[in-house]
Nanobody, 118 residues
């Protein structure tokens, strides 16, 4: 059974940091392009960051609003993808989801809540 499980969310003050994890089971993340998305209340789910299968040969990509603050990484040995979030802002408040994509396959986790207080 394929499953993605996010963790690491929580409540943090503005300027603080959190590290989200996305652990996979039933699938090798090493063959998937991984993405982090977020969805704030009443808004659509937006892409935050992507990391390619080979992050050495092709760099991760970020939405402009998180560049310089967020870092996406992957540990294929642990079958886990991370999102390090620094200097968090209230506008980063959202449910964060990880996504695994390969050709027509697309898998989602259940999401983890991140709340940033001002």
């Amino acid at each position: 059974q394929v499953q993605l499980v996010e963790s690491g969310g929580g409540l943090v003050q503005a300027g603080g940091s959190l590290r989200l994890s996305c652990a996979a089971s039933g699938m090798p993340l090493s063959i998937y392009t991984m993405g982090w998305y977020r969805q704030a209340p009443g808004k659509q789910r937006d892409l935050v960051a992507t990391i390619p299968i080979d992050p050495i040969g092709s760099s991760p990509d970020y939405v402009d609003s998180v560049k310089g603050r967020f870092t996406v990484s992957r540990d294929n040995a642990k079958n886990t993808v991370y999102l390090q979030m620094n200097n968090l802002k209230p506008e980063d408040t959202a449910v964060y989801y990880c996504n695994a994509r390969r050709y027509t396959e697309s898998w989602w986790g259940q999401g983890t809540q991140v709340t940033v207080s001002s």
